[in-house]
């Protein structure tokens, strides 16, 4: 099965940019429906942006124009460019597959995790 680790987190002000990279082993994420989701203390975990085999995309209506998801199959590395981040984008950002080429969903629902990457806007 694959294994997901996150990086690119970290602090940033009010309107900058940020690239997650999540990068995958053990199995190529061409197979799987890949997607982020973030969470915040005391609340749930929300799907913010969702990529299926053929590149089709979903996004939530709060990143939308302002993220983008991507992945490179030869670097088996899912990204998520965040641009015009806000302060309510604050949350630590997870990497997420499931092992179907085509989400069941928006977004996977979540077969495999990545251990997460913080993300500061202020």
């Known amino acids: 099965h694959v294994q997901l680790v996150e990086s690119g987190g970290g602090s940033v002000q009010v309107g900058g940019p940020l690239r997650l990279s999540c990068v995958a082993s053990?199995?190529?994420?061409?197979?799987?429906?890949m997607g982020w989701f973030r969470q915040i203390p005391d609340k749930e975990r929300e799907g913010v942006a969702g990529?299926?085999?053929?590149?089709?995309?979903s996004y939530a209506d709060s990143v939308k124009g302002r993220f983008t998801v991507s992945q490179d199959s030869a670097k088996n590395i899912l990204y998520l460019q965040m641009n015009s981040l806000k302060p309510e984008d604050s949350a630590t950002y997870y990497c997420?597959?499931?092992?179907?080429?085509?989400?069941?969903?928006?977004?996977?629902?979540?077969?495999?995790w990545g251990q997460g990457t913080q993300v500061t806007v202020s």
């Open positions: 997420a597959a499931d092992k179907d080429t085509f989400c069941r969903g928006a977004y996977p629902t979540g077969d495999y």
């Open positions: 990529i299926e085999s053929d590149g089709s995309t």
């Open positions: 053990g199995d190529t994420i061409s197979r799987y429906c």
